[in-house]
């Protein structure tokens, strides 16, 4: 009995010692086939990564070949484009060169004129000042002619209009003969006698003044020193007898009549021979005064003027006119 339970017991573990045995060598089967589908997969993702780096560096090298191609391609339009803007540039330098050196000659030209304007107009100031000063001379010898023709004339004011009549040196010979209380044998030899030309002015203005002519200065100032000393009314209205002076010496004497006025109301005696006025007691001098101050013109330059220049002014004024002339 005991015999066959140890028998069983012993069948039972040759049996589990088999059944582990074969356990143990499937185990290793699969182990092994688990090791060789390792294996054989990691061949294949070596053989994978293995195409990856290949195709990784055959990309690389594409790129590496496309970069260089782009560098050599873009390097060559940069230096395009940058030769072409040298061009340009270069074109537009050379362009404004040129400009700058037409309008350098241009300026240089201008200042060549200016400078010849500037001498031609100090010459023709120069030589119209000298112009004005021999006109301003020959206006005062004109004037002194002009006054000189008048010398034996007496300028009547407040006469009234049509009173002479038909013969105003009748009508004149009668009055001064009778109003300055002269003899009845005296002939004053007058020459003529007119109103003073100008238009016949209206009832209420004032009437023109008459001009009388004598034949002798010696009459005339006789006739004036009477009329001077006495007061001669006609009509209601007091007659005024001056010298009958040119017309520029009346514009001048016109300048004193304010101070003609004020002198009167202040009483002070005075005198106004032609363009003068004398005060008694006083330095004063005429506005004709050949002492006074000459100022120059602002224009006019300061110095002694050279003829040369006068004469140079002229010859081109000559020129000028005789070139207009030609033209036309």
Known sequence: MSGGVVTRGRERR???NG??????????????VQHAEANSLALTMRSGLEAISKE???????????????????TEDVKSEI?????????????????????????????GRIAETETWNM????????????????????TDIEGRSRRNNIRIFGIPEDKEGDSAPKYLHQLLTTELSLPPNVNLQIQRAHRALAQKPNINSPPRSMIVHFLEFTVKEMVLKKAWQKKIVVEGRP??????????????????????????????????????????????????????????????RVGERREGTARSAKEKLQEFERITQDSE
């Open 56 to 74: 990784i560096r055959d990309l690389k090298t594409e790129m590496k070949k496309d970069l260089t191609t782009l560098k050599e391609q873009v």
């Open 19 to 32: 059944q582990n045995s074969k356990t143990i060598e499937q185990k290793r089967d699969e182990e092994q």
């Open 239 to 300: 007659l005024i007898f001056d010298h009958d002076y040119a017309t520029e010496v009346v514009q001048k004497r016109k300048a004193y009549n304010g101070i003609k006025k004020l002198l009167k109301e202040k009483g002070i005696r005075f005198q106004t021979p032609l363009t003068k006025m004398r005060i008694p007691g006083t330095t004063d001098r005429s506005s004709t005064d050949p002492h006074k101050k000459q100022h120059a013109m602002p224009w006019q």
């Open 14 to 16: 040759d049996q589990q």
């Open 123 to 142: 010459e023709v100031k120069d030589a119209l000042c000298k112009s004005l000063k021999q006109q301003q001379m020959l206006q005062d010898k004109l």
């Open 83 to 111: 030769n072409d803007l040298k061009r340009e540039m270069y074109q537009q330098l050379s362009a404004n060169t040129k400009t700058l050196q037409a309008q350098g000659s241009r300026i240089a030209e201008a200042e």
